[in-house]
């Protein structure tokens, strides 16, 4: 099916109620947004922002891949992530050994911080993902505070930064692969796979769609 493409209307913006105004996330233009049909979307006039991006079963998917996502991470962590062998001696690091590397001395700090950033705030935003939009996919009423917990995982996203992680690995390699022989362990290519599920499964996630799901059915 064609996509096809809805604006949003401004001409009377001003005129209706502030509770229907939708704020677009990238340039704060204000929109009283149409009903968007499923497979059409609707962009901010000034940026060209996605504001609203409904498809059929988007909802089901998400928790879906949010789910493997968190699978992926587990994964991330108790498998070898990395082997180093260099001078005859073989060295294997997991994603926790990055963090607690730094766990004594001065740098505890940065232990924990790493461990937040690309660990447990990562699950915590897949968990709370699945915790808000499992029962609504199966038909059912939002769980308790799901409205509290889809805004928290909205706020901790930016600090979700398991996509950077993978990314930094990656500048590293490129420059120890000439200093020591290099072996990827499972861990490494779980990590990889879920960047990839994580972006998928965003491309799939329609904010406002939720937000409106949620508020319609807490009702």
Avoid at 6 to 29: G, K
Wanted: proline residues 5%; hydrophobic residues 55%; positive net charge.
């Amino acid at each position: 099916m064609q996509e096809q493409t809805q604006q949003p209307s401004t001409s009377d913006a001003d005129n209706r109620d502030q509770a229907e105004l939708i704020a677009c996330p990238t340039c704060d233009a204000l929109y009283h947004l149409p009903t968007v049909e499923k497979g059409s979307r609707a962009r901010c006039l000034r940026c060209h922002t996605v504001l609203a991006a409904p498809r059929d079963g988007a909802m089901t998917r998400v928790v879906m891949l949010a789910a493997t996502s968190f699978i992926l991470m587990l994964a991330a962590i108790f498998f070898p992530f990395l082997e180093i062998t260099a001078a005859g001696r073989t060295q294997r690091s997991s994603i926790m050994d990055v963090a607690l590397v730094f766990a004594d001395g001065p740098f505890v700090g940065l232990a924990i911080a790493v461990g937040a950033l690309i660990v447990i705030l990562p699950l915590l935003r897949f968990g709370a993902l699945i915790y808000v939009l499992g029962p609504m996919a199966i038909g059912w009423q939002p769980a308790k505070d799901a409205i509290a917990v889809f805004r928290f995982s909205e706020r901790i996203k930016p600090w979700s930064m398991a996509e950077i992680f993978i990314v930094g690995v990656a500048v590293a390699l490129i420059k120890v692969a000439g200093l020591a022989h290099l072996s990827l362990g499972p861990a490494f290519w779980a990590f990889a796979a879920l960047v990839l599920v994580t972006a998928l499964k965003d491309t799939f996630m329609c904010r406002l769609t939720i937000w409106k799901t949620l508020e319609q059915r807490a009702r």
